[in-house]
């Protein structure tokens, strides 16, 4: 089943139960706590608080996600995605966990002719919170799983929250068993590679406080209402039902390892190495391109750093396949190809999203070729001497004039073996941060050029109104540019 229509499924399934169908917020919204949507339940946070009054209590959506904190994990496990599509269905004080429980299970095991996925119910395996026993007997009674395929989890696992202060509650998960040739028996509690966690329903129902880990935090009390928050991996159902082997031969993501097969001469499947490359690269193109069309540029911190990086990793994996000319204008066409059916901003957009990611390759190709020999050069030397750290100021260099973000730096000596002085580098760049603001202090104060403003001065004092008035008229005398 193709990656589009189990979004449709899961839309129509839960529009038909009475929810409102709502579309994706952007990945990138105005709360300085966030730096991108990393769950379908975000856009719904003050609903959840009681903040805000929903203008329904059922809905349903498709969101847009990124998270990057695994972005090293990309390509080598079978399911880390940096972007993906999280399908959710929420109660706002409706309906609540056994409700939750049937819908998401008939969606699963329904048939195919009626709406469903139709997978073979004896693969499903679910997980509850410790002592959740009304949803535990949900499970045994309502639906009939049996006790052997229920598994009672910690705060770790079945505990959710957003990781910060805000709603939380236990939650019962789905997973589906790929069958002994994956792993060891024993459910979700001995191998989550294996059993693969396909939907988590949250019963949203406290509030948390300040705290540091998973499952250190404060309860402040409950919600004003007990709510249901659910979100149902679209890329992990995708490549259960494609019978593939991993969310990056999915038919949303295959075609992107296809073309830099095409690009770079390299084969897919012949060696692990250059097959976690392969999958990089079709990971971050479509991250890249979503995060673009949603109006990220490349930069040097907060999320313009993340997108930098992600382009980056793709011109460097794709180099390392044998790629010896620019390849982002085609991943981006492709992935727009793929992706534009879902999200159509990506086709109308595209001139920008490819300008951006281009830039940004021309940018990197420019320098990458140095670098990477200053680097070699240094990891040759240090190796000779006996040592093992690479020194903050090659790291610093690199950065400085090879536009290398530290994390590939960090990447590249690790694959090499070693490791790198980062306090070393941190240092130098807040004395290269400092540097710079001397600089711009001296400038503005020493050498700039305010003749210009001298006309306007010799026409008499512009008197300042603010201190008693919020509206004034005034005649605008000049409009000063490139200053
Ligand atoms: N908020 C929960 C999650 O992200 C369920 O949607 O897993």
Redesign the pocket.
């Known amino acids: 089943m193709q990656t589009h229509e189990i979004r449709r499924r899961f839309l129509d399934h839960f529009v038909k139960a009475g929810h409102t169908e709502v579309p994706s917020a952007s990945l990138i919204l105005a709360d300085p706590n966030l730096l991108f949507v990393n769950?379908?339940?975000v856009p719904f946070v003050p609903y959840f608080l009681g903040q805000q009054t929903p203008p329904y209590t059922r809905a349903t959506s498709v969101q847009k996600c990124v998270r990057t904190l695994d972005i090293e994990e990309v390509g080598k496990t079978t399911r880390h995605n940096t972007f993906f599509q999280?399908a959710?269905n929420f109660s706002f004080g409706d309906y609540f966990k056994e409700e939750a429980i049937t819908f998401a299970w008939s969606l699963l095991t329904g048939s195919v002719e009626d709406g469903g996925y139709g997978i073979d119910p004896e693969k499903l395996w679910a997980t509850v919170y410790l002592d959740d026993d009304e949803a535990y007997s949900i499970w045994r009674d309502k639906v009939g799983v049996p006790d052997e395929r229920i598994q009672r989890r910690g705060m770790k696992d079945n505990y959710?929250s957003m990781g910060i202060p805000g709603p939380c509650g236990p939650?019962s998960e789905i997973f589906y068993d790929r069958g002994p040739a994956y792993g060891v028996e024993g459910g979700p509690e001995a191998d989550e590679d294996r059993y693969i966690e396909i939907w988590?329903?949250?019963f949203m129902q406290n509030e948390r406080g300040e705290g540091g880990a998973k499952d250190d935090y404060p309860i402040l009390g409950p919600l004003p209402k007990k709510n249901i928050?659910?979100?149902m991996g679209v890329e992990r159902v995708a490549f259960l039902l494609q019978g593939v082997e991993n969310v990056y031969e999915t038919d949303l993501l295959r075609p992107v390892i296809e073309k830099a097969t095409e690009l770079t001469g390299a084969v897919y499947g012949a060696t692990h190495d250059d097959d976690v490359r392969f999958r990089v690269i079709a990971d971050h193109a479509r991250t890249a391109a979503m995060l673009i069309v949603d109006g990220v540029n490349p930069g040097n911190d907060g999320r313009g750093y993340v997108l930098r990086r992600l382009l980056r990793r793709i011109v460097r994996s794709a180099r390392l396949l044998g790629a010896d000319k620019p390849t982002m204008r085609e991943f981006m066409a492709v992935v727009r190809d793929t992706m534009a059916p879902s999200y159509p901003e990506l086709a109308t957009d595209f001139s920008r999203v490819e300008t951006v990611a281009v830039g940004e390759e021309t940018a990197f190709l420019k320098t990458l070729g140095t670098g990477s020999k200053l680097f070699e050069g240094a990891v040759e030397t240090v190796k000779s001497q006996g040592r093992n750290v690479l020194g903050g100021t090659e790291a610093f260099t690199l950065h400085d004039t090879y536009g290398f973000p530290i994390d590939l730096t960090l990447e590249m000596a690790s694959e090499a073996g070693l490791t790198v002085d980062e306090e070393g580098f941190r240092s130098l760049m807040a004395e290269q941060r400092q540097r710079a603001k001397d600089d711009a202090r001296a400038r503005k104060h020493a050498h700039a050029d305010l003749t210009v403003y001298k006309e306007l001065l010799d026409r008499g004092p512009t008197e300042f109104t603010g201190f008693s008035e919020l509206v004034s008229e005034a005649h605008v005398l000049a409009v000063i540019t490139g200053r």
């Open positions: 769950a379908g339940m999280m959710g959710w939650c988590n329903l949250v928050d659910t979100g």
